[in-house]
């Protein structure tokens, strides 16, 4: 951020040329251009005295500033340099922040196909750079897509502040059985970073079948067919279809 302060006549307004203005950070964070916490800058022709301060990491913060303007000497009548002025501002800097969410079902079945759906998001009002998000599936899941394109890394270039952007991960649950934990980092410029997990169940279906008749019977007696389908499993099996085909000599009774 610059810092311009202007020199002028009271009388006129014009500016005062080679005046010097004395920077000096009082309290809080940042460096002047010349790497310190003070710095003494002339005035040009215009009356203007510039200089530039900066802050001290990416975590924000306020600088309090004092500021010394000083006469020149004028040698030739005696006159030593004379204060004629002093004055304060202050500069604060709102840092750039980056968030990362994940959103997963809480349990699928082995053999499936689901989505992990990563938010990032910039809750500042500071544009936040280099935003790159890396997430490696874990062992049991395999890739399958992702919106945008990507596998593992997906560099979101800036994330303006206010704003968010989302990384939709399609994938397939290898693992028979167990949890799994997916975790996605998030980093930007200025040492940011956030990480995100999220747990899902792999369930699988165990199916059995059980069947018993009556085991003794005349001719054109009844006859009692009872069939149990189990599911011992750790998942729900859908389109469960059974099948008896009844052999000769035996007709349903309707």
Known sequence: HELVTKVMKYSDNS?????????????????????????????????????VITPD?????????????????NEACCKPAVKIADCTTSKTWVPAEIKIAKECPASVISGSTFDYVITVSNPSSVTANNVVVTDNLPAGVSYVSATPA?????????????????????ARAD???????NCAQV???????????????????ALSIEKTCTPNVMICDMIEYTVIVRNT????????RVVDTLPDGIVADD
């Open 15 to 51: 500016g005062l040329d080679n005046y010097s203005v004395t920077y000096r950070i009082t309290d809080g964070t940042g460096r002047f251009s010349n790497g310190s916490t003070t710095e003494t800058v002339m005035t040009d022709g215009s009356g203007s005295a510039r200089t």
């Open 57 to 73: 990491g990416m975590t924000g913060g306020t600088a309090n500033i004092a500021i010394e303007i000083m006469r020149p000497a």
């Open 150 to 170: 990507g596998q593992g890394s997906w560099n979101l270039g800036s994330v303006a502040g206010g704003s968010s952007q989302q990384i939709r991960i399609t």
């Open 175 to 181: 693992t028979t059985t167990g949890n799994v934990q």
């Open 187 to 205: 980093t930007a410029e200025g040492g940011l970073s956030d990480q995100a997990c999220c747990n899902t169940a792999i369930n699988s279906p």
């Open 233 to 240: 499993g750790t998942g729900a099996a859908s389109n469960v």
